[in-house]
């Protein structure tokens, strides 16, 4: 499987791409702060230097998959939030552009949480009609990177499309058990004194036993000494930024002290020990092998190309999910089914007594996608503990309710927006070489998020 890159950065996406076994064969960048580091670390990857916005789909070789993160900082909570109306905003529709022209059989966009912000929601749900409109199953879901053996809470959106054609059935990565890798297993073995740099000084790109241990030493002005910014070594990472001067700071130093809403301090006697993560700890908490390398002469360029790039190891479990979705190509009567879990008795009583099942919709955590196109599940399979139950439901598309509706049939909703699916009947069911008993389904905290696979893939997920 080949895919084309854009937007790429360093290239950390590309690396997740490719540990999952997916060559990257093209890649595109304007910037040139990156393309030193890029050609380095993928020497088998032809860089394209253009400007995306004079680019045709005849300029891009033939693969099968587009991926990409367009420029996050008209979107970002922590910015302007300026949208389409930034020209890096309007870079998003020029990738849009290219997937229409060049039709790959799927394409992958990654950006900031605050793309699905109320502000900027209507303009993402625009992009995504567009993207079905000429051919896609479109799904998308908001990841938190420390769910995936990463550490660092890192919360971003995912966008995967899938020519209608194709009948792939696809869905996000679910948020693995034991996942939090805390700081002191992820960088506690970095013991070696960094170099420090102020603004405008010249790297040494001579380096000792660790890759990029450069550390920048600019002033912490009043945003940033707002709020504590040191974790714990038991805990993960703040994310990692673009900026060097918001870099989160080394957890050898205590938690800044409290001094009022908007203002902490230093703990007095111990501000020697303050200082940012190097580029080589904050690669680390991103995930990169310490074999990347980083190429820069000004040290705010490599803080903004490690803390721009996606995890390699988040990249990596989305990639695997695709070739997954390519393997399970399914024709229009594999039958599908939601896979969702149940609080206790009283609520696995009303969804029988009412023969309907709700799930959150929307953007919470936790809820449930349903990209325009994706073939309605034929069955429920209920889940609590080690109780499990599958029942028929009614074939039609799912209906949107509010939390008023569903007080009103018993339940406690604790939100506000739903989807619910109806029980053709209330009679448990058994399915040929299914063992319900015998399947491996999420646990913990994650054992509560609905998801839609196929009777295929749970006869394949045993214990």
Known sequence: ???????????????????????????????????????????????????????????????????????????????????????????????????????????????????????????????????????YIVSYALLNAADFRIPQDRYRVFVVGFLKDLNCNFHFPHPLQNAHITLQKAIGDINEVPRFYADGDTVNQTYGRWLNHDVFTGPFDAKFMSRNRVRAWNEVSFTIQAQAKNCPLHPQAPTMKYISPHKRIFAVGYEHLYRRFSIRECARIQSFPDSFRFFYNDIQEGYKMVGNAVPPRLAKFIALNIKNAFTSIHSAEKEFVLVGYYKDEKQLHLTLQNKLYYVRSGFRRGALQMPVGMPVPAYLLLHHKKSRFLYKLIPKSPSCVTAADLSAKGFSPSGNEYLTFGLENTKEIHIKDLNLQTIQLPNGRNATFPYITDIETLRKELK
């Open 1 to 135: 499987m080949k895919v084309a890159s854009f937007f790429s950065g360093c290239g950390g996406l590309d690396l997740g791409f490719e540990q999952a076994g997916i060559e990257v064969i093209w890649a595109n960048d304007i910037e040139a702060s990156i393309h030193e580091t890029y050609q380095y670390n993928h020497p088998n990857t032809i860089l394209c230097k253009s400007d995306i916005r004079e680019l045709h789909a005849s300029d891009i070789p033939d693969c099968d998959g587009f991926i990409g993160g367009p420029p996050c900082q008209s979107w970002s909570e922590g910015g302007k939030q300026l949208g389409l109306n930034d020209e890096r905003g309007k870079l998003f529709l020029d990738y849009v552009r290219l997937i229409k022209e060049k039709q790959p059989k799927f394409f992958v966009i990654e950006n900031v949480k605050g793309i699905i912000s109320d502000k900027h929601l209507q303009t993402f749900l625009s992009f995504l009609s567009i993207l079905e409109k000429v051919g």
